[in-house]
């Protein structure tokens, strides 16, 4: 199981790598999630969380 953002649930994206000769590889897009304290229902807990959610203030971090 692949790990995804906590708050909004953003997780692995997959498509094709095209080179300039325009053969085709797969790939992968990895969301940038850290590991953080959150404040959830009053208690905190860890939680992955992606730098998009920090960024924007849709989660609070806890102390």
């Given at each position: 199981?692949?790990?995804?953002?906590?708050?909004?649930?953003?997780?692995?994206?997959?498509?094709?790598?095209?080179?300039?000769?325009?053969?085709?590889?797969?790939?992968?897009?990895?969301?940038?999630l850290?590991?953080?304290?959150?404040?959830?229902?009053?208690?905190?807990?860890?939680?992955?969380?992606?730098?998009?959610?920090?960024?924007?203030?849709?989660?609070?971090?806890?102390?």
């Amino acid at each position: 199981m692949s790990k995804e953002c906590a708050i909004c649930h953003k997780s692995v994206a997959y498509g094709n790598a095209i080179s300039h000769s325009h053969r085709r590889s797969n790939r992968r897009w990895e969301p940038n999630l850290r590991r953080v304290r959150i404040v959830v229902n009053g208690a905190s807990k860890r939680a992955y969380v992606c730098t998009r959610c920090l960024r924007s203030g849709k989660v609070q971090r806890a102390i």
